[in-house]
Nanobody
């Protein structure tokens, strides 16, 4: 069965950095686009970033463009999200998602992980 397991979250000061990882199993990782969504306290789920199956095309929400970088390693079946210049508005639970097909879409996914908490605070 499809499993997505996120890791790498934690507490970081404003301006700091984190790298999230998502270990994928139960499907052919290289055939599917992947992405990240987040949910802040008291708010709905927000699409953050997506990457096509081959890794050649990436997409970002305007709120994170220039600060976050999505990437994938097919040999390790792992998705990453490098987060720089973090601010308190980035505080949320971050979820790894698997898209329905090879082309990344904005939050049209069929599986997601259990999430990892990112807290940005001084």
């Amino acid at each position: 069965q499809v499993q997505l397991v996120e890791s790498g979250g934690g507490l970081v000061q404003p301006g700091g950095s984190l790298r999230l990882s998502c270990a994928a199993s139960g499907f052919t990782f290289g055939n599917y686009a992947m992405g990240w969504v987040r949910q802040a306290p008291g708010k709905g789920r927000e699409w953050v970033s997506g990457i096509n199956s081959g890794g050649g095309s990436t997409y970002y929400a305007d709120s994170v463009k220039g600060r976050l970088t999505i990437s994938r390693d097919g040999a390790k079946n792992t998705l990453y999200l490098k987060m720089n210049s973090l601010n308190p508005e980035d505080t949320a639970v971050y979820y790894c998602t698997k898209d329905y097909g090879a082309i990344a879409t904005m939050a049209q996914y069929d599986y997601w992980g259990q999430g990892t908490q990112v807290t940005v605070s001084s």
